[in-house]
């Protein structure tokens, strides 16, 4: 079956053909590294990696880019407030200066890849930071200004969106509808049209005893706007037009509408042929967010589950579904996936084909639009089955995972001590006899040594308690 995903700016599922025959290029909107990104960030680099994953089996070459914000991304998309880096400065008590700027992004970036080997997700063959990309800022927005696309205010540099006549496509905005332009962003009379945006902010004054913090620029000293960064580093490492862009649905309406905007009137072609946009997970109903203080980070599941039970979880659904985390999912999905490693470790190490019935099911799932449920669905049939060899289940379960990442082959393999082995059987004896007190007294003594007992029609299998795999 062909690889089919869903273009949000056709608005319909398609086939899809790479524009170079040998690589597929993508590129996927990084963190803003001012705090550690919560599981809602982390949400749109599983989908990410599940997407990288399926091209990669289908046996097209990849190169991927995911993007570090550590400059110009500002609070709102009105352009205004305090940039978010320079929020951190402040929280930070750090100095007004862009080396301390960096030391920070680089603090939250390595907190970022350290969430992603956590995760099981492949890092990307290029994570550049927008501050090492100002050069190709300038060159973008310079380009915008001699094709008439650009104007300066007394705070910037900002983008003409009325004059492209396609802008807000891949939104479906109404370029005429004021309603949509106030609930957008705050009026600001010094622009052509309310939803005309920042290519270049001019640095605020320095105060007292301060450096004025920003970059050198034919405009004077300043930051890129939020947006011009993604064009230019994608454009640097990618090449324009490119296979595929991702991100989360809150990108659709100003983000991505405004890079498809500047890159395109800048470049005279397309930015990119496919954008695919992830869900949100919510926490109540609601999209988590810092500013909602319904935030939950990495570090808070695996304080009651693995992380890979957090990614089970989300393979659940739909990646352009929205999902509502709670932390009895998460313990649900852990139970599972624990279900799954024991069986797992019980199947022969032999070698052996895997199943082309399953093969075909599962890849006709997986490459349409990435439709994860059904093929977890699949998964759990498949360790169900007892029709199958073991030893093809296992080769059949270790395919499925290219794709998963859930860590099956990394499993460790289970050596249980003989004393282990003698309380197990002692314990059959006494369950035997009716003396469950004593069966009792005997599993405490078999999980004092870190293991524990699963009962079955066919005897017992006995795990450590914590079973998990092999570090990424």
Known sequence: ??????????KKKEVFTSIDSSSVHMYHCGPTVYNYAHIGNLRAYIFADTLRRTVEQSGQHVKQVINITDIGHLTSDADDGDDKMVKALKREGKPMTLAAMREIANFYRDAFVADLRSLRILLPHEMPFASDNITEDIELIE????????????????????????????????????????????????????????????????????????????????????????SAMARRYLGQPFDIHTGGIDHIPVHHTNEIAQSECAY????AHVWMHGGFVNVDGEKISKSLSNDVYLADVIKIARAESYRLWLLMAHYRSPINFTYDALRAADTALTTLYEAFIALPKEEAPADEV??????????????????????????????????VKRATILYFDHIFSLGFGMLPDVVVPE??????????????????????DLRSLIEAEGFTVRDSKDGFQIVPIKLSPKPF
């Not at 093969?359 to 998964?379: E, Q, R, Y």
């Open 1 to 10: 079956m062909a690889l089919v995903f869903y273009n949000t700016l056709t």
């Open 419 to 440: 004393n282990v082995v003698s309380l197990a059987n002692e314990r059959t004896i006494a369950r035997a006899n009716k003396d469950f007190r004593k069966a009792d």
């Open 143 to 230: 380009r915008l200004q001699k094709k008439g696309f650009a104007y300066a205010t007394s705070d910037g540099i900002y983008f003409d969106t009325k004059k492209m006549k396609t802008y807000g496509q891949l939104a479906g905005l109404d370029t005429e509808d004021s309603k949509q332009l106030e609930s957008r962003i705050g009026e600001k009379i010094e622009k052509h049209s309310q939803r005309d945006f920042a290519l270049w902010k001019f640095a605020s004054a320095a105060k007292d005893g301060e450096e004025q913090i920003g970059y050198t620029s034919p405009w004077g000293i300043g930051f890129p706007g939020w947006h011009i960064e993604c």
């Open 358 to 391: 399953y093969i075909k099911s599962f890849t006709d799932c997986i490459h349409d639009d990435l439709d994860t449920p059904k093929a977890i669905a699949l998964l759990f049939a498949l360790f169900k089955d007892e029709q199958l060899f073991p030893s």
């Open 268 to 271: 005279g072609e397309p930015l």
